[in-house]
DNA sequence: CGCTCGTTTGACTGGTGTCAAGCGCAGTGG
DNA sequence: CCACTGCGCTTGACACCAGTCAAACGAGCG
C-alpha cells in the first residue's frame, strides 16, 4: 500500500515544507509584482498603492520578502508549524485543510490568486490547518512584523485587513450552511457558483469556462461527500444540461439553471 | 397552524428588534458593569482595564452606552438589520442563525457569557446573520465609532480584537469538521465538550453538571441533525453512562468516554 | 510497457430523515 | 380548581440519500 502524497507531506516535521519551496531572485520577484494583476485586491492594493506605482514616496517602502513556488499537490504549510509570514497567492490554486487521525480530510477553502494563505497569521504565529497546493501556486511574503507594525495607526490598512475576515468568515458561514442543512446537489452547485463568482470578481474566468483543478475526491472534501458519490451528482448535472466537464476544467452551461439549485438566498 | 417564536420573530422588518429590549437605567449599568464577572474576558477586559477599576485615569473612561435585556427566544437581531453598537452578552445564552427560505435554519455558533456578539459589527455595519436569545439575555453595547476611533493605535485593544476573531475562526472550523466529516454521535458529543470546555475557561461552570438550556431541536439545528436523531443519540449517551440529562439540564458523567467520542485530536 | 491516479458505473448497505403517535409538563383560561 | 393546549421529549416503522465495496476504463508517466 502506498501512502498518497497529501498524508506523506503533512507527516514531515514542522518546518519542513520549506524544502519544496523554490524562492525566486529578489530582482525577479519585484517586477512580477509590478505587473501582477492581483496586486489591486486585498491588502496587495493597499501596502503597493492602486495606482499602479510611480508615486513610491507617499507610501512606504514595499516589505514584499520573498516570492517563492510550491509544485501542485505539496504542503504549503502544515498544521503546528510556525510561521513569520504572511502569504499572498499570486498564481495558482491552493486549499486549507485539517486531516483528521483516520484519514478523513475536510477541506476548509479554497484559495484563489488574490487570496491570502493565512489570514490570521498576523496574530496567531501557529498555522492550525495545513495548506496545500492544487496547481503549482506562486506567493509572495510580508514580513509580519513589519506588517504588524505598520497596522497601528494605520486606518485604511486595518480596514483592508478587517475586510479580509469578514469576507473569510463569510464564506465560512455559506460552506456551514451547505454542510450543516442542504443536499448534495445543492452543496456542489454552491460550490461551483462560488467559485465562479469569486474568479470573476478576481477577473480571471475567461467566459463561462474555466479550469478546475479540482478532482472530484477533492470536490467531496470540501462538501463532506465521497467522490463516488460526486461523481453521481456531476453525471446528473451534465444530463440535465447545466454543466459540462473535461480534464481540469468546467464550463456552466446554465448559470440559473444551477442557481435554481445552489443558490444561497439569504 | 401556528407559527414558532424563532420564525415570528424573524420576520419582522428590520429595525423592530428593540421593540423587546429593555434598556437598563444607565447609573445601574455602571454598577452592573463594575461587577460583572465576565470584565476580565475579551475586550472589556482591555476597554475597563483589568485590574478591577481605581486607576480609572489610566484608560480612557469607559465607554459603555447602554446596557439592554431580552426575553427568551426573542430575536436580538435580524439578517440584514444595521446596527451601530458591538454588544457583549453579559449574562444568559444566545445563538447566531440563518433562516433559509424553506424553513430550514442552521445555528453558525452558540453564544455565551463573555462572548461578542458580532465580531466584525466595528467594520461592517450590516448583520449577515439573525440573533436569538436562548435565555433571558442582558448584554452591553460599546459605541461603534468610539471603539473604532480608539482601535486605531491601541495595540492592545487591537490585540485582543484580533484574539476574538481567531478564537471564533477556530469555534467555526471545529463546526465545519463535525458537519463535514463526522457521525451524529461523534457530532454531539463534540458539542457537548465544546460549551464545558468554554463554560469552564468562562468561570461558569459549577462541577460537571450546567444548565443546558439548548432544546434537542436546537441541538439539532447546531450539528445539522433532526431533533429525533438527536435525541436518539442522547438516548444511547446516557444508556452507556456518559451523560445524565434534565430539564434544561446536563451532566457529563465520564470525560473521557466522550472525548473518545468526540474530541478533536488535531 | 506497466504503474498509479482519477473517473465512471453498479449493487448493496447503513446512517439519518420522515412520519406518526403517545407522554408529561407548563402555561392559560374558564 | 380543573380542562385545554402547545411544546418538548421519546419511541417505532419505514424510506431514502449517500456511503461502501468492487470493478473497469482511460490518461499520464517513468
Redesign the interface.
Known amino acids: 500500500m502506498t501512502i498518497p502524497p497529501e498524508i506523506k507531506s503533512s507527516e514531515l516535521a514542522a518546518g519542513q515544507t520549506d524544502e519544496y519551496c523554490t524562492k525566486i531572485r529578489n530582482d525577479r520577484a519585484a517586477s512580477l509584482c509590478a505587473d501582477c494583476p492581483m496586486r489591486n485586491f486585498n491588502i496587495c492594493g493597499v501596502l503597493l498603492g492602486k495606482p499602479l506605482p510611480e508615486d513610491d514616496s507617499s507610501r512606504p517602502k514595499p516589505i514584499w520578502q520573498v516570492q517563492k513556488k510550491v509544485p501542485a499537490r505539496r504542503n504549503i504549510k502544515n ?1 503546528g508549524e510556525q510561521a513569520d509570514r504572511v502569504s499572498v497567492i499570486c498564481e495558482g490554486w491552493a486549499f486549507r485543510f ?4 483516520d484519514g ?3 477541506i ?1 477553502s479554497i484559495l484563489i490568486p488574490g487570496d491570502v494563505v493565512t489570514t ?1 497569521r ?3 504565529d501557529t498555522v ?2 495545513s495548506i496545500q497546493a492544487l496547481t503549482e501556486v506562486r506567493f509572495c511574503g510580508y514580513a509580519r512584523s513589519t506588517l504588524r507594525a505598520q ?3 494605520d ?1 485604511e490598512l ?2 483592508a485587513w ?2 479580509l ?2 469576507v ?3 464564506e ?2 455559506g ?3 451547505d ?4 443536499s448534495a446537489d445543492e452543496r456542489i452547485a454552491h460550490l461551483i457558483l462560488d467559485l465562479t463568482g469569486r474568479l470573476e470578481r478576481r477577473g480571471i474566468m475567461v467566459d463561462p469556462s474555466f479550469t478546475f483543478p479540482l478532482p472530484q475526491k477533492l470536490v467531496g ?4 461527500l465521497t467522490a463516488e458519490h460526486v461523481n453521481r451528482v456531476f453525471g446528473s448535472f451534465r444530463k440535465m444540461g447545466l454543466i459540462e466537464t473535461g480534464k481540469r476544467y468546467l464550463r456552466v452551461l446554465d448559470l440559473a439553471g444551477l442557481q435554481r439549485i445552489g443558490g444561497l ?2
Not at 179 to 182: A, E, H, Q, V, W
Not at 221 to 224: H, I, L, S
Open positions: 498544521a485539517v486531516q483528521l487521525p478523513r480530510r475536510q476548509l490570521t498576523l496574530f496567531d492550525r490547518f497596522l497601528i495607526g486606518a486595518l480596514e478587517a475586510s475576515f469578514i473569510e468568515r463569510h465560512h458561514f460552506l456551514l450552511i454542510l450543516g442543512s442542504r472534501a470540501v462538501t463532506g438566498p439569504c
